[in-house]
């Protein structure tokens, strides 16, 4: 079984910095894309960024050039660096692993269950 566990949520103020992280665990051979999504109070869930197990990235554009988001294949781990960050940044934060190929399957999708980050001053 995959699990995928999030961390470095939390409270921070409108311009401050969060780093989340994200480790998938399990009998993984390989991911193919990890990458973070959010949902805001009433809204629906939107990508935020993915990068794929080569390195290339996609960002939302209203995070553009204010968060990165990287990976350690090694680790099966995704982290995104979050800074300048906004009050409407505010939302729950989820990680995805797509393409996960393990001892009995392959091709699958997971999420994390997910950590709150709020920009508030």
């Known amino acids: 079984q995959v699990q995928l566990v999030e961390s470095g949520g939390g409270l921070v103020q409108p311009g401050g910095s969060l780093r989340l992280s994200c480790a998938a665990s399990g009998k993984i051979f390989s991911i193919n894309g990890m990458g973070w999504y959010r949902q805001a109070p009433g809204k629906e869930r939107e990508l935020v960024a993915v990068?794929?197990?080569?390195?290339?990235?996609n960002y939302a554009d209203s995070v553009k050039g204010r968060f990165t988001i990287s990976r350690d294949n090694a680790k099966n781990t995704v982290y995104l660096q979050m800074n300048s960050l906004k009050p409407e940044d505010t939302a729950v934060y989820y990680c995805?692993?797509?393409?996960?190929?393990?001892?009995?399957?392959?091709?699958?999708?997971?999420w994390g269950k997910g950590t709150l980050v709020t920009v508030s001053s």
């Open positions: 990068i794929t197990s080569g390195g290339r990235t």
């Open positions: 995805n692993a797509d393409g996960v190929a393990t001892l009995i399957n392959a091709g699958m999708n997971y």
